[in-house]
């Protein structure tokens, strides 16, 4: 069974920058493109960041491009999301979030996700 614990929100101001992490357990880590979504407050979840399982393509939504950065450490299981230039508009629970299927990076079959953490971004 998948497990994916986040950590690393939490208040930050406008301008800011913040690093959350992503610990995976339950498979063979290396074999799966891991993905960062977000959901703010009455909206829907949408893609944030994604990377393939051996960590050479990354890819971002436009709203996050050249702000935000997506990483791997296979060694550690371990996704991370590197936030920089941080906008009230990013304010949102984050979640990580893993491919069902190995060698594969397809963003409607993320089959497994974290609880969440949460980014306040103040103005």
């Known amino acids: 069974q998948v497990q994916l614990v986040e950590s690393g929100g939490g208040l930050v101001q406008a301008g800011g920058s913040l690093r959350l992490s992503c610990t995976a357990s339950?498979?063979?880590?290396?074999?799966?493109?891991m993905g960062w979504f977000r959901q703010a407050l009455g909206k829907e979840r949408e893609f944030v960041a994604s990377?393939?399982?051996?960590?050479?393509?990354?890819y971002y939504a436009d709203s996050v491009k050249g702000r935000f950065t997506i990483s791997r450490d296979n060694a550690k299981n371990m996704v991370y999301l590197q936030m920089s230039s941080l906008k009230p508009e990013d304010t949102a629970v984050y979640y990580c979030?893993?491919?069902?299927?190995?060698?594969?990076?397809?963003?409607?079959?993320?089959?497994?996700w974290g609880q969440g953490t949460q980014v306040p971004v103040s103005s």
């Open positions: 979030a893993q491919e069902s299927s190995a060698y594969r990076l397809n963003l409607a079959d993320f089959g497994s």
């Open positions: 339950g498979r063979t880590f290396s074999s799966y493109a």
């Open positions: 990377i393939t399982w051996s960590g050479f393509g990354t």
